[in-house]
């Protein structure tokens, strides 16, 4: 009698093959995938993993509720672990999780931004935990509490390395969890303790409603293990969290070669040349079609040989401060403007604290600028974060020598720029951000023709307009234009703090052909100008999202 096994739609439900045939190599020699048929006659062909001995595992989310039939599908050394078929029924989900419940990602219609399967526009508000999988992010509490507060303060997204981390040789102890280091140190195969312990971190992020955006690996150890170990690094990956709602990102700055090899050139092209073959091959074995994207050391599509394999495009742009901003600009308007469009987004700028500076201040400019310029997110990073510092023992030296910093993790968790970047994601979604375009040509000085720290501008003909005014107003400047005001319309204006989300009412703003003069903000420092239609009525912060 065929065995019926219970799973809930949209939930990675787990069971597990034995084989009883004795195998020499079972990570090496069998390679075994089950095939899910639907209620809709559809199959999704799922990669298992490799759990110890001779024991596979494999995880479905059913994305309908039904009945699904499932067989298993081995390699000729797998023997007996070929041919077994079973029965799966699912039940609707009648959970909160929003992740769960909107299910995972994929890419808008518009091709600009990302969504939820049910069509629920996604906010990217990325966090960066490079090392996070390991054991200096002690499990369960510190994980946990970080979980805890980057989901309390609306972040959305954690960008997270799958056990080879930049910053560090390979089996470098820094990088080990509680069952060690994720392969063997031959990279005979992989341990797979290292990723049991690995599930119980990514799984909580789902469960806080944060969306695991897993990096394989820093893309120097591409050269380092070859392009058929690195597959079967990434087979393991998405065998092991392709069922849970999540983002995958090839490798961290992909062609950037190891800080200290002496034929970085060639490294850096036989990199680009591996990521573009492992990306065809993510995509060939994950049967949900989670977004595909690679962080870069500029631009995601520059560094594969053949774009049309990633889903949206992320950027690093630079760690110096208001010095990076014109590279960040450049950089984010080119790739906007590219075809065929993805979505764009900065995926790393200018950490907080990094080289004791890119404070609050650099922090909101990435992010407004960023946004209003039309990017589709935003990750910020806190450094002490992404290395995790401990207050007894700060990460320590880089490979090239010196150390990026020795602010524990604690107290980066703290620093105001993650919270200004969470309230930016409330402010917008409060602003109905799915609807707001750039148009710069609205205010004057503008970003781009006036330099990049001048204002930048977006918003909805008619209905509202967003300014960001990133310095400091004086008297003895060149008085700022709002331009093109529409006639008719009854224009509402206020300040608002992108510190504290603080709101100064200035009352009607009356225009005098079509131009009305910005007045002096309360205090010296950068603003949010918003002119709103007097009879709009604003958006809920988190409706976009959560409703």
Not at 242 to 259: H, I, K, Q, R
Not at 323 to 350: H, K, W
Not at 415 to 431: D, N, S, T, V, W
Request: charged share 20%.
């Amino acid at each position: 009698m065929t065995q019926e096994r219970h799973a809930v739609q949209g939930v990675a439900t787990e069971f597990a093959f034995t084989s009883g045939k004795a195998c020499r190599d079972a990570f090496n020699d069998v390679e075994l995938d089950v095939a899910f048929t639907g209620p809709d006659g559809r199959t999704w062909r799922v990669p298992a993993f490799w759990s110890g001995g001779l024991e596979w595992r494999v995880r479905f989310a059913p994305p309908l509720p039904g009945l699904y039939r499932y067989t298993t599908i081995s390699t000729a050394a797998g023997g007996d672990l070929h041919g077994r078929d079973g029965v799966l029924r699912a039940t609707p989900f009648e959970g909160g999780n929003v992740l769960l419940r909107r299910g995972p990602l994929r890419v808008g219609k518009d091709r600009h931004r990302l969504e939820h399967a049910d069509g629920t526009p996604f906010f990217w508000l990325g966090d960066t935990w490079w090392m996070g999988l390991c054991k200096r992010l002690r499990w369960p509490d510190e994980f946990q509490l970080l979980a805890a507060d980057r989901a309390a303060k609306g972040f959305t997204v954690v960008q997270i390395v799958a056990g080879l981390y930049p910053d560090m040789p390979p089996f470098d102890p820094r990088g080990a969890n509680e069952a060690s280091f994720p392969w063997e140190k031959d990279y005979a195969r992989i341990n797979p303790g290292y990723f049991d312990m690995a599930d119980l971190r990514i799984q909580w992020l789902v469960r806080s409603g944060l969306v695991p955006c897993i990096v394989g690996c820093w893309g120097y150890f591409l050269p380092m293990i070859g392009v058929e170990k690195m597959k079967k690094h990434w087979r393991n990956i998405v065998a092991r969290w392709g069922a849970l709602p999540v983002v995958w990102c090839l490798a961290g700055e992909g062609t950037m070669p190891w800080y200290l090899s002496d034929t970085k050139e060639q490294d850096s092209a036989t990199q680009k040349a591996g990521w573009t073959e492992i990306a065809r091959y993510v995509r060939s074995i994950d049967p949900f079609r989670h977004p595909v994207t690679i962080h870069p050391s500029s631009t995601a599509r520059d560094t594969v040989a053949d774009d049309s394999l990633l889903d949206f495009d992320m950027l690093q742009t630079g760690h110096s401060g208001f010095d990076s901003v014109p590279n960040t600009q450049q950089v984010l308007r080119a790739e906007l403007a590219r075809t065929p469009r993805m979505p764009v987004l900065v995926g790393e700028v200018c950490y907080e604290g990094i080289l004791e500076g890119s404070r609050s201040e650099v922090q909101r400019f990435m992010f407004w600028s960023s946004m209003l310029t039309g990017a589709a997110g935003h990750t910020y990073g806190a450094n002490g974060i992404w290395q995790l510092n401990r207050p007894e023992q700060p990460f320590g030296p880089s490979p090239w020598g010196a150390s990026w910093g020795d602010t524990a993790w604690q107290d980066a968790m703290n620093l105001p720029g993650g919270a200004q970047m969470a309230l930016g994601k409330r402010l917008l979604e409060g602003f109905g951000w799915t609807r707001l375009e750039p148009h710069q040509e609205w205010v004057e000085p503008a970003a781009g023709a006036d330099g990049f720290l001048a204002p930048y501008a977006a918003g909805v003909p008619g209905e509202i307009r967003v300014i960001y005014l990133p310095r400091p107003l004086f008297p003895w400047d060149k008085p700022t234009k709002v331009k093109s005001l529409e006639d008719g319309v009854a224009w509402r204006a206020s300040f608002i703090n992108p510190k504290d989300g603080r709101e100064v009412p200035l009352g009607r703003a009356t225009p005098s052909a079509g131009e009305w003069q910005v007045p002096l903000p309360p205090v010296a420092h950068d603003w949010l100008l918003v002119l709103e239609k007097a009879d709009r009525t604003p958006t809920p912060p988190g409706a976009t999202m959560y409703a």
